[in-house]
């Protein structure tokens, strides 16, 4: 059974139904005119199925770490930190004994004008780091020797003393010069399987040797 209802408006009567609605005019006429407008043909709306897919999506959340976990991270970084403490002394102590163990080739030095310049061709110029704290080489024309002391990381050269040959090279002399006194400036080294480097106060690298 279809429930309709009526409304009259002007001259017309708008009869509204569960399957339409129909307008009808209050004047008698020998042929009702009346207009049908179904709703019962229209396309239903196509469903979201992409936002039921998201609907369906599960929702996962970080677990927070348990308490044992928290512990177990922070022993092993405890642990980390003593084995590296424990090392520190030794790879210290072990630097200046690394010095004594080879004799040691100049490769380049600072040169008067503050330039790190590789060493003249045919002048070696060579170092030997005695375990009596004292260093003595060719400069590349005369002889030196000097006094050394090695603390951690930290070197301390005293003025050399060396031979009066002159040499007939200028270029060599003013080598030898500047790696003399860049000796003395030296305030700290770094050293290597195959290299020893010496800064000096504002790091700066001013020696740089090689093993023979």
């Not at 049908?36 to 039921?52: Q, R, W």
């Not at 040169?111 to 005695?130: D, K, M, Y």
């Amino acid at each position: 059974m279809v429930s309709c209802s009526k409304v009259s408006l002007n001259d017309w009567q708008i009869q509204s139904c569960r399957a339409g609605f129909f307008m009808q005019s209050s004047k008698q006429l020998s042929v009702p005119r009346r207009i049908k407008i179904m709703n019962d043909n229209l396309p239903e709306a196509a469903p979201d199925t992409e936002h039921a897919e998201e609907d369906r999506t599960p929702d996962f959340k970080p677990q927070p770490l348990s308490l044992s976990l928290i512990i177990a991270l922070a022993l092993v970084g405890i642990l980390v930190l003593l084995i590296l403490f424990e090392n520190i002394p030794g790879i210290r102590a072990s630097v200046g004994v690394s010095m004594t163990q080879s004799p040691w080739t100049l490769q380049s030095y600072v040169n008067t004008t503050g330039t790190l310049v590789p060493v003249e061709s045919g002048t070696p110029v060579t170092a030997i780091f005695g375990s009596d704290a004292r260093v003595s080489g060719s400069a590349g024309c005369n002889y030196y020797h000097a006094n050394y002391t090695v603390r951690d990381f930290a070197i301390s050269i005293s003025p050399p003393v060396s031979t009066k040959i002159f040499c007939g090279d200028t270029n060599v002399m003013q080598q030898e010069s500047a790696y003399l006194n860049d000796l003395v400036r030296a305030e700290e080294l770094r050293i290597s399987e195959s290299s020893l480097r010496f800064y000096d106060g504002s790091g700066k690298p001013i020696l740089v040797f090689v093993k023979e």
